[in-house]
Nanobody, 120 residues
Framework: QVQLVESGGGLVQPGGSLRLSCVAS???????MGWYRQAPGKQRELVAS???????SYGDSVQGRFTISRDDAKNAVYLQMNSLKPEDTAVYSC???????????????WGRGTQVTVSS
């Protein structure tokens, strides 16, 4: 069974930083990993993603402030968030696109999410 466990969320003041972590277990092939977020009353949006080759992409609202990285040995993905703004407040969910074996199909897996609140 695939599990994605996120950590690192919390309350931070505007201008502050947080680092989110997501570690996956039960997975054999990992293609892309990344983070989505959803604020109350808003649609879910892509924050950042990173492919197996290391290429990254970011949502327009976080470009230049957030950095995504991954550790393939740990099946982990990280999101360094700097210069946080109140509008960054949301539940951040980790995702992974991969397979549990070389014979299984590629599937999307999701973590439960971690709350990030930016407020003074």
């Amino acid at each position: 069974q695939v599990q994605l466990v996120e950590s690192g969320g919390g309350l931070v003041q505007p201008g502050g930083s947080l680092r989110l972590s997501c570690v996956a277990s039960g997975i054999f092939i990992v293609n892309s990993m990344g983070w989505y977020r959803q604020a109350p009353g808003k649609q879910r949006e892509l924050v950042a993603s990173i492919e197996s080759g290391g290429s990254t992409s970011y949502g327009d609202s976080v470009q230049g402030r957030f950095t995504i990285s991954r550790d393939d040995a740990k099946n982990a993905v990280y999101l360094q968030m700097n210069s946080l703004k109140p509008e960054d407040t949301a539940v951040y969910s980790c995702y992974l696109r991969g397979a549990t074996s070389r014979w299984n199909s590629i599937t999307n897996y999701w973590g439960r999410g971690t709350q990030v609140t930016v407020s003074s």
